[in-house]
C-alpha cells in the first residue's frame, strides 16, 4: 500500500508576463519509499518541466483520504475529529487529515460532509486551512 508524500521542488517558471522565475512548490504523491516518491516526481513533473528541475525535501504525510476534484485549482487540507469507543468504554477522540481539491473552503466542507452522509460515525470538521499544495498525484491505480 502507498503512502502519501510531501515533495517540494525547485524550478525555473515561466510567468504570464513572459520573464521567468526560480520557484519552490509543493506536491502530493503517492509512493512507497522516498526514493520511489523522489523518482516519480521527477517523471511527473518532467513532462512540463523542461530543464533546471531539482527536489528540495521529502517528507511523510498522515493522509486519510483525499477527496478528488479535477476542476479544482487549490487544495484544502481538513482535520476531522471523531469519537471512538476505546476498551474500557471510555470516549477516545480520533482526528484523521483528509485532503479535498476545491476552489473554496465552503466547497472542502460540502464535499466532507458528501462524503461521511453514509457514515454512521459522529464527527467534526476541525479545521479547513488552504494547503500550499499545487497538485495531488495519485496511483493510477486509485482513480
Not at 483525499?66 to 476498551?87: G, M, S
Not at 474500557?88 to 473552503?105: C, P, R, W, Y
Amino acid at each position: 500500500m502507498s503512502k502519501w508524500f510531501s515533495t517540494k521542488v525547485r524550478y525555473t517558471k515561466e510567468l504570464e508576463s513572459g520573464k521567468l522565475k526560480r520557484v519552490n512548490e509543493q506536491f502530493l504523491i503517492a509512493a512507497e519509499t522516498f526514493g520511489d516518491a523522489e523518482e516519480k516526481i521527477i517523471k511527473k513533473l518532467s513532462e512540463t518541466i523542461k530543464s533546471g528541475l531539482d527536489v528540495i525535501a521529502i517528507a511523510t504525510e498522515d493522509i486519510h483520504d483525499i477527496i478528488y476534484n479535477p476542476e479544482a485549482e487549490l487544495v484544502h487540507k481538513c482535520k476531522i475529529q471523531f469519537l471512538e469507543e476505546a476498551d474500557n468504554e471510555t470516549l477516545k477522540k480520533i482526528t484523521q487529515v483528509f485532503i479535498v481539491e476545491a476552489d473554496t473552503v465552503k466547497e472542502s466542507i460540502i464535499a466532507i460532509n458528501r462524503m461521511m452522509a453514509n457514515t454512521t460515525l459522529d464527527f467534526s470538521i476541525t479545521a479547513v486551512v488552504l494547503s500550499p499544495i499545487v497538485e495531488v498525484f495519485p496511483n493510477e491505480d486509485t482513480l
